[in-house]
């Protein structure tokens, strides 16, 4: 039989071996001065499933009690972008760099045994504690085989899915393996993890008030609401009266989306008309539908695993309140990336779409930041470590790409913090690899192609780099499900220009390699079938131009001949490129 460990166990056991090492340096602001930082971080967990976001499209018979009256504490954000998948999402949660620009990071043979460089890669916890922080890291590491116990954590009860078996990976809702303060050999913890993993930080907290001196860090990462949808057995008779009502295109893409989005038929419908899913590769993948398989049946399983991570926040919220910790803690509470289910076909996260992405986002410390605040300017997850820095008064090491966002939570109405988000998704390629678009197997979900989105106001566009694709354009205020493409409308075309633009010099900024090298659109193209004109070839984006006429024409250069035996070697394995070559 599993070990069960009490509660709170290794943290009384090691509490005074942590604390008896010193730190090299402290951050100019005054400890006291310095707030503890609780970051939150769920899996999976779309927008639409926290109470207080029925304003802005969440289910209106979801019941989040304890995250309602976090929001009415602190400031909530409608529109929050964490990544397109988890890993991705992780790695920026962690170093404040987009997917793009974080190098080093490398896939194994098997998923999702991944690998990173820490020489070359830097997370905000290891600088925290050089500028007299303790930090911890509870939950789930996707983020490689080195989880950064005593490098970037003083104290980890952790989750290690790259570097446990194929079972320990996708025990998301069932016994875990648990590494403890680095431990080689991982505990087998039984029971419901998103409860362990809520005793866990409520022991932390407690003693961390005990201790005194030193500001602390808590990083908490909820298995909660992933795939398999698996909820605890006290919530699974939640909500058993709800019926969800289907996107209008569940079971055929509006006009306009890019031809993956049409070919995807994930839902199918019943005798009686109510959407079902059918496809292997969507949530069903390990497990199965408790009660069915139609969408209100796994809508409703995806919501009751929700209810475990309210429950949990309340519990950890309730500790801070009892050690008087309230007052001096930042809490952030957000998720990786949201999950699609319905909208526009989908039964996943990765597509573009805010029905795939769009995470809620809470951010409060009572005494210091406004209450019952509403920011309706987009924010990244990139944006979110910049302002962790700028609040703990510690300076980054290296160069981080996102805009400290605290004055939208002293000031949620400001105009004055306009900067544009930008979101990409390109599969198992990362940093100086994304500098060639190539056709990399698809790690997880549907068979989505590399793609890269902008954020500026209330429009988004979308850029599918897939040679002679079409162009998105939407309107997020007027058009929120996202169903009317206007980059398809000759009116739009001054709009479509400035997002093009405007995603161009974003990518730039921060080091995008592939900027200057995505694909030919297919724009004109499909508006011209749209409006019935004779159809034109696919146009080159903005930041590729034509080069007919620009260049005299050259002839071409004799090629050199190799006898056979020195002719170069092709590269193993497959790479079509499918725009231009490096």
């Not at 927008?47 to 009256?69: E, F, H, I, Q």
């Not at 079902?276 to 497990?287: H, W």
């Not at 205020?477 to 479509?496: F, I, K, Q, T, Y």
């Given at each position: 039989?599993?070990?069960?460990?009490?509660?709170?166990?290794?943290?009384?056991?090691?509490?005074?071996?942590?604390?008896?090492?010193?730190?090299?340096?402290?951050?100019?602001?005054?400890?006291?001065?310095?707030?503890?930082?609780?970051?939150?971080?769920?899996?999976?967990?779309?927008?639409?499933t926290v109470g207080c976001y029925k304003p802005d499209g969440a289910y209106s018979w979801a019941k989040t009690?304890?995250?309602?009256?976090?929001?009415?504490?602190?400031?909530?954000?409608?529109?929050?972008?964490?990544?397109?998948?988890?890993?991705?999402?992780?790695?920026?949660?962690?170093?404040?760099?987009?997917?793009?620009?974080?190098?080093?990071?490398?896939?194994?043979?098997?998923?999702?045994?991944?690998?990173?460089?820490?020489?070359?890669?830097?997370?905000?916890?290891?600088?925290?504690?050089?500028?007299?922080?303790?930090?911890?890291?509870?939950?789930?590491?996707?983020?490689?085989?080195?989880?950064?116990?005593?490098?970037?954590?003083?104290?980890?009860?952790?989750?290690?899915?790259?570097?446990?078996?194929?079972?320990?990976?996708?025990?998301?809702?069932?016994?875990?393996?648990?590494?403890?303060?680095?431990?080689?050999?991982?505990?087998?913890?039984?029971?419901?993890?998103?409860?362990?993993?809520?005793?866990?930080?409520?022991?932390?907290?407690?003693?961390?008030?005990?201790?005194?001196?030193?500001?602390?860090?808590?990083?908490?990462?909820?298995?909660?609401?992933?795939?398999?949808?698996?909820?605890?057995?006290?919530?699974?008779?939640?909500?058993?009266?709800?019926?969800?009502?289907?996107?209008?295109?569940?079971?055929?893409?509006?006009?306009?989306?890019?031809?993956?989005?049409?070919?995807?038929?994930?839902?199918?419908?019943?005798?009686?008309?109510?959407?079902?899913?059918?496809?292997?590769?969507?949530?069903?993948?390990?497990?199965?539908?408790?009660?069915?398989?139609?969408?209100?049946?796994?809508?409703?399983?995806?919501?009751?695993?929700?209810?475990?991570?309210?429950?949990?926040?309340?519990?950890?919220?309730?500790?801070?309140?009892?050690?008087?910790?309230?007052?001096?803690?930042?809490?952030?509470?957000?998720?990786?990336?949201?999950?699609?289910?319905?909208?526009?076909?989908?039964?996943?996260?990765?597509?573009?779409?805010?029905?795939?992405?769009?995470?809620?986002?809470?951010?409060?410390?009572?005494?210091?930041?406004?209450?019952?605040?509403?920011?309706?300017?987009?924010?990244?997850?990139?944006?979110?470590?910049?302002?962790?820095?700028?609040?703990?008064?510690?300076?980054?090491?290296?160069?981080?790409?996102?805009?400290?966002?605290?004055?939208?939570?002293?000031?949620?109405?400001?105009?004055?913090?306009?900067?544009?988000?930008?979101?990409?998704?390109?599969?198992?390629?990362?940093?100086?690899?994304?500098?060639?678009?190539?056709?990399?197997?698809?790690?997880?979900?549907?068979?989505?192609p590399w793609w890269t989105s902008v954020v500026d106001g209330h429009y988004k566009y979308i850029r599918t780099?897939?040679?002679?694709?079409?162009?998105?354009?939407?309107?997020?205020?007027?058009?929120?499900?996202?169903?009317?493409?206007?980059?398809?409308?000759?009116?739009?075309?001054?709009?479509?220009?400035?997002?093009?633009?405007?995603?161009?010099?974003?990518?730039?900024?921060?080091?995008?390699?592939?900027?200057?090298?995505?694909?030919?659109?297919?724009?004109?193209?499909?508006?011209?079938?749209?409006?019935?004109?004779?159809?034109?070839?696919?146009?080159?984006?903005?930041?590729?131009?034509?080069?007919?006429?620009?260049?005299?024409?050259?002839?071409?250069?004799?090629?050199?001949?190799?006898?056979?035996?020195?002719?170069?070697?092709?590269?193993?394995?497959?790479?079509?490129?499918?725009?231009?070559?490096?």
């Amino acid at each position: 039989m599993a070990y069960i460990p009490p509660a709170g166990w290794f943290l009384r056991f090691v509490f005074g071996v942590c604390l008896a090492g010193g730190f090299p340096s402290f951050s100019s602001v005054g400890a006291a001065e310095r707030p503890n930082i609780l970051y939150i971080l769920t899996d999976d967990q779309s927008y639409r499933t926290v109470g207080c976001y029925k304003p802005d499209g969440a289910y209106s018979w979801a019941k989040t009690p304890n995250l309602d009256r976090l929001a009415s504490r602190g400031v909530r954000f409608t529109h929050a972008y964490l990544g397109s998948w988890c890993l991705p999402s992780r790695f920026t949660a962690l170093s404040g760099r987009h997917p793009y620009a974080i190098e080093s990071i490398r896939h194994g043979l098997i998923y999702p045994r991944n690998s990173y460089d820490p020489d070359r890669l830097t997370f905000w916890p290891q600088i925290f504690r050089a500028n007299g922080y303790y930090t911890g890291m509870i939950g789930k590491w996707h983020t490689g085989k080195d989880a950064g116990f005593g490098r970037d954590w003083d104290y980890q009860a952790v989750w290690n899915r790259p570097a446990g078996s194929r079972a320990n990976a996708s025990a998301y809702y069932t016994a875990q393996e648990i590494h403890f303060q680095g431990s080689k050999k991982p505990v087998k913890v039984e029971g419901y993890p998103a409860d362990h993993y809520t005793d866990w930080a409520v022991d932390f907290i407690k003693n961390r008030e005990k201790a005194g001196g030193k500001p602390w860090a808590l990083w908490l990462c909820y298995p909660n609401a992933h795939p398999p949808f698996t909820p605890a057995s006290s919530n699974q008779s939640e909500y058993e009266d709800v019926h969800v009502q289907p996107p209008a295109d569940i079971l055929a893409a509006a006009p306009g989306k890019p031809g993956y989005v049409q070919k995807l038929h994930t839902w199918t419908a019943n005798s009686e008309g109510e959407p079902v899913m059918k496809r292997v590769r969507t949530p069903t993948a390990g497990g199965v539908g408790l009660k069915g398989d139609t969408l209100t049946d796994w809508v409703r399983q995806y919501q009751q695993c929700v209810s475990a991570i309210d429950e949990g926040v309340g519990e950890v919220l309730a500790a801070l309140a009892a050690t008087g910790q309230e007052k001096n803690t930042l809490v952030i509470f957000t998720s990786d990336q949201g999950f699609a289910m319905g909208e526009h076909g989908f039964a996943h996260k990765l597509a573009p779409y805010d029905a795939n992405l769009r995470a809620p986002l809470i951010v409060s410390q009572p005494g210091t930041l406004p209450g019952g605040m509403v920011c309706r300017t987009p924010v990244a997850g990139v944006d979110l470590v910049a302002t962790i820095y700028a609040q703990a008064g510690v300076k980054a090491s290296t160069p981080l790409d996102g805009h400290d966002v605290t004055p939208l939570l002293l000031n949620p109405a400001s105009r004055s913090w306009n900067h544009p988000v930008v979101q990409s998704y390109t599969r198992k390629a990362f940093g100086e690899k994304t500098g060639q678009v190539w056709r990399s197997r698809c790690l997880i979900g549907p068979p989505v192609p590399w793609w890269t989105s902008v954020v500026d106001g209330h429009y988004k566009y979308i850029r599918t780099m897939v040679r002679g694709e079409v162009e998105e354009l939407y309107d997020l205020r007027n058009d929120p499900n996202e169903l009317v493409n206007l980059a398809l409308r000759e009116e739009s075309e001054p709009l479509l220009e400035k997002m093009r633009a405007s995603l161009q010099r974003e990518l730039k900024r921060t080091g995008a390699p592939f900027a200057d090298r995505m694909p030919a659109t297919g724009t004109e193209v499909a508006k011209a079938k749209a409006s019935g004109k004779k159809p034109v070839k696919a146009t080159f984006a903005a930041n590729r131009p034509s080069l007919r006429g620009l260049h005299p024409k050259r002839e071409p250069e004799p090629r050199e001949k190799h006898p056979q035996s020195e002719r170069p070697a092709a590269r193993p394995g497959k790479r079509a490129s499918l725009g231009w070559k490096s």
